[in-house]
């Protein structure tokens, strides 16, 4: 097994690893949690009512989701 600067000094190890993940995760958190109250909000203004009665409706088309 070859040894590198890297294993000898974990200083000059790459920037990212498992504090920028938990960094990430917690901005994914976030996010989804934004586009899910967003989400409701325009099938509450919409009315969900109205896609009920239509077969094979697609709520995210029909709310215009991006």
Same mark, same amino acid.
Request: aromatic letters at 0%; zero cysteines.
């Given at each position: 097994m070859r040894s590198t600067d890297e294993n000898k000094n974990p200083s000059l190890a790459p920037p990212y690893g498992l504090g920028n993940t938990a960094k990430l995760t917690k901005e #994914?958190?976030?996010e989804s949690a934004n586009w899910f109250t967003m989400f409701m909000d325009k099938a509450l203004e919409?009315? #969900?009512k109205k896609c009920k009665g239509?077969?094979?409706s697609n709520l995210l088309r029909d709310l215009g989701q991006n």
């Open positions: #994914i958190e976030k919409k009315g #969900i239509r077969a094979g």
